[in-house]
């Protein structure tokens, strides 16, 4: 069991559900104009499925990646990081395709369940799109490293980052509650792409040396090291640049900029990432990073928890 919590990477899973808990929050607390109240708008049982749904789509793809770079000899003793289950041999290549099917099963099972309860039988061609969205979003969680046309080896692991762990976890949990889109939390889910290329950035900053001797051509072997750093600035910049343009378009008030708290860690960051003269040492900055987008997340929905507070005081007290 040990090593099998180990393959899944715990420090990952926070990181994944970043998008979920602010598309979720967003949705509480701009209700649409058919729902009055946010209690109307979130729905639990939509929130629980879609954290399951991400945290499997995010195992499924720590497995999947375990699997295909240690059959193809990508995780070896050049690697910086810590060894990987294959790599170490305490799991087998065929125990770990079973885990894969399994754990693509069981994310598959709870994303219908996600469907379900946000759609139920109203809006069948919602259904079969967000169903669709889950078979992709698994097949590409599994195609990043294994097989022969892996897209991880050519350097688009980091469209499928952004893609699904950005636009498709914050807009497309928030559409499950509300049924429609709303373009400025397009502002937010992009920052939480960013910032989620940026942890694979740094990872493949650091398996730099490694990674161009087996021909795993990520964007940091394209572009090298140097420019690597200049794109990690940009990812990091821009994603909090982004989320302060989301409050000023949302006309958020002096108290909801408690967020900016997380931009401490993230501006730490970026002063070590340009001190750094050995990429080896990065490998601590994927949990720092990780964690404080996690964080982020988390500031910023309590920020808008206190418009949620505001319009129960509208609804229910007559503005009191």
Same mark, same amino acid.
């Given at each position: 069991m040990k090593h099998w919590i180990e393959a899944a990477r715990l420090r990952t899973l926070p990181l994944s559900v970043s998008g979920i808990i602010v598309g979720s929050i967003y949705a509480l607390a701009h209700p649409t104009d058919e729902i009055l109240t946010p209690t109307d708008v979130f729905n639990w049982n939509i929130f629980g499925f879609a954290i399951l749904t991400t945290l499997g789509l995010q195992i499924l793809s720590n497995f999947a990646n375990d699997y295909g770079d240690g059959i193809k000899g990508t995780d =070896?003793?050049?690697? +910086?990081?810590?060894?990987?289950? $294959?790599? /170490?041999?305490?799991?087998?290549?065929?125990?770990?395709?079973?885990?894969?099917?399994? @754990?693509?099963?069981?994310?598959?099972?709870?994303?219908?369940?996600? *469907?379900?309860?946000?759609?139920?039988?109203?809006?069948?061609?919602? /259904?079969?799109?967000?169903?669709?969205?889950?078979?992709?979003? $698994?097949?590409?969680?599994?195609?990043? @490293?294994?097989?022969?046309?892996?897209?991880?080896?050519?350097?688009?692991?980091? &469209?499928?980052?952004?893609?699904?762990?950005?636009?498709?976890? @914050?807009?497309?949990? =928030?559409? &499950?509650?509300?049924?429609? $889109?709303?373009?400025?939390?397009?502002?937010?889910?992009?920052?939480?792409?960013?910032? /989620?290329?940026? +942890?694979?950035?740094?990872?493949?900053?650091?398996?730099?040396?490694?990674?161009?001797?087996?021909?795993?051509? @990520?964007?940091?072997?394209? $572009?090298?090291?140097?420019?690597?750093?200049?794109?990690?600035?940009?990812?990091? *910049? /821009?994603?909090?640049?982004?989320?302060?343009?989301?409050?000023?378009?949302?006309?958020?008030?002096?108290?909801?900029?408690?967020y900016l708290i997380a931009f401490v860690p993230l501006v730490k960051h970026l002063l070590t990432v340009y001190k750094n003269q050995d990429s080896r040492a990065l490998d601590p900055e994927l949990k720092k990073l990780a964690l404080s987008t996690f964080f982020l997340s988390i500031l910023l929905s309590i920020c808008m928890v206190s418009l949620v507070a505001d319009l129960f005081v509208n609804v229910f007290l007559g503005g009191r």
């Open positions: =070896n003793e050049d690697r +910086v990081g810590p060894k990987r289950a $294959i790599q /170490s041999g305490v799991i087998t290549p065929a125990a770990m395709k079973k885990a894969i099917i399994i @754990t693509s099963f069981l994310t598959l099972c709870s994303a219908m369940a996600l *469907i379900y309860y946000a759609f139920t039988d109203t809006n069948l061609f919602y /259904s079969l799109f967000y169903l669709v969205l889950g078979i992709l979003a $698994i097949f590409s969680a599994i195609r990043y @490293t294994v097989g022969n046309t892996a897209y991880g080896y050519r350097g688009f692991g980091d &469209l499928f980052v952004f893609v699904f762990f950005g636009l498709v976890s @914050t807009m497309g949990v =928030n559409f &499950l509650y509300s049924k429609q $889109i709303d373009a400025l939390l397009l502002l937010p889910a992009i920052s939480i792409g960013l910032l /989620s290329v940026g +942890v694979l950035n740094l990872n493949n900053m650091r398996d730099e040396a490694s990674d161009k001797k087996v021909g795993k051509n @990520t964007i940091v072997v394209k $572009i090298g090291g140097a420019k690597a750093k200049k794109y990690h600035y940009f990812l990091i *910049i /821009s994603a909090m640049v982004l989320v302060v343009l989301f409050s000023v378009l949302s006309n958020y008030r002096f108290d909801q900029y408690l």
